[in-house]
Every structure is written in structure tokens, then in C-alpha cells.
């Protein structure tokens, strides 16, 4: 299908070890934002892309976390020295532009970090 | 940081009935959406409602916004089994920010 696409859909992992997670938007989109949402709760922003200005870096929580997008189409994000509390879903959503408001996610990532 | 909350956290009502579910928000917003999310999957868009607008519908959706109050609700009438899912309200606010999540309202529709 032509929606945003994310791998790997599950992650299962080692206290420390580091991890990437990747997302294809829909075709066009210019924006791109990664969420987080722990088990039961809402979500949580981390980062967000849109053409090329500088990304907003202002929800990831440690520096441990970081993303980037690559011509302006598929990004990564990495989180280094993984803890246990970084289990989550992550999930990635795009959108046309900032203006249309509505975004377009896809089905998330499952981290599990034992 | 929240900036939407949604009321109630959790709802369960019969097939066929209305249901109800709000939001709260703090700052002034450019727009307030809806969207559902069915358990272990993504989130999909149900419905936009801009500042200015009061009230939107699609299909067996209302939505109200009230801005001098801060508030929405989403009304699902002749509520199915289908429609079981966590709903959450988001915020965009003024400034073209990321939108902002709430916790969610998970439906339970029994059949």
C-alpha cells in the first residue's frame, strides 16, 4: 500500500544495546514526526521534520535519542545504550505540510528492552 | 506535556447507544482533531475542526468545539460493536507546533 511504513514492527532487545527504528512516509509528504506511547497512555513527541529546515529535536528525552531523515524522505531513529524504561511503541506519522493538520501514522514499532 | 485531556478515561455502553467523550485543553489552538486507534495498531484521523468552527460532522461523528472554554467532544451515535477503540483528542496550537496527544478515552461497545 502507499501508507507510512515502519520497521522492524517488533524490537525485543538488551539493556544497553542500541537500536534503530525506521520510517518510509507516503510519497510527497514533507512532514515527518516520531511519537512514543507507553503501554495504556497517550503519546508522547519527540521529533519532527519538515523539508529542510532544522529538525524539532525539542521532545526527545535524553540525548541518548536522536533522528534523521534522509532526502527528505525516510528517517531513522536510534536510541543508544537502550534502558528498560525506553519500551515502547514507537510510532511515525507524515503529512503533506503543516498546514493541512491531519497526519497519517503508521502501525508503530514495539520496543521491548529486557 | 499534555495539553489535551480526554473525559472519560474509559466508557463502556451498549450497541446501539450514543457515546460521549471530551477534551480539555490549556492554550489557544489553531485546530483540535480526533483520532482513533484500535488496540496494537496505528492511529487513524476521524475528524478536523478548525478555531473557528463549532461544530463538525461526518457520517455518525459530531464533533463540537468550544474555545472560550477550552473544551470538545466527540459524539458517536448508534454506537457498534466496530467502534470499539481508544480515542484521542490533539492540539494544534498556535504557532504550527506538533500536534499534542491526549491520553485517550478507550470505548468498549458490547454487543
Known amino acids: 500500500g502507499a501508507g507510512v511504513s515502519q520497521s522492524p514492527s517488533n524490537k525485543v532487545t538488551e539493556k544497553g544495546k542500541d537500536v534503530e527504528l525506521r520510517c518510509d512516509p507516503i510519497?510527497?509528504?514533507?512532514?515527518l514526526y516520531w511519537y512514543r506511547q507507553s503501554l495504556g497512555q497517550g503519546l508522547e513527541f519527540l521529533i519532527y521534520f519538515q523539508g529542510n529546515s532544522a529538525p524539532d529535536k525539542s521532545g526527545l528525552p535524553s540525548d541518548r535519542f536522536s533522528a534523521e531523515r534522509t532526502g527528505g524522505s525516510v528517517s531513522t531513529l536510534t536510541i543508544q545504550r537502550t534502558q528498560q524504561e525506553d519500551s515502547a511503541v514507537y510510532l511515525c506519522?507524515?503529512?503533506?505540510?503543516?498546514?493541512?493538520?491531519?497526519?497519517?501514522f503508521g502501525e508503530g514499532s514495539r520496543l521491548t528492552v529486557l | 506535556s499534555q495539553q489535551g485531556e480526554e473525559d472519560p478515561q474509559a466508557l463502556s455502553i451498549q450497541e446501539g447507544e450514543n457515546a460521549t467523550m471530551n477534551c480539555s485543553y490549556k492554550t489557544s489552538i489553531n485546530n483540535l482533531q480526533w483520532y482513533r486507534q484500535n488496540s496494537g495498531r496505528g492511529l487513524v484521523h476521524l475528524i478536523l475542526?478548525?478555531?473557528?468552527?463549532r461544530e463538525k460532522h461526518s457520517g455518525r461523528l459530531r464533533v463540537t468545539l468550544d474555545t472560550s472554554k477550552k473544551s470538545s467532544s466527540l459524539l458517536i451515535t448508534a454506537s457498534r460493536a466496530a467502534d470499539t477503540a481508544s480515542y484521542f483528542c490533539?492540539?494544534?496550537?498556535?504557532?504550527?507546533?506538533?500536534?499534542?496527544f491526549g491520553k485517550g478515552t478507550r470505548l468498549s461497545v458490547i454487543a
Open positions: 475542526i478548525r478555531s473557528n468552527e
Open positions: 510519497s510527497g509528504h514533507t512532514a
Open positions: 490533539a492540539t494544534e496550537k498556535v504557532g504550527n507546533t506538533p500536534l499534542v
Open positions: 506519522a507524515s503529512s503533506p505540510d503543516t498546514n493541512t493538520g491531519e497526519l497519517f
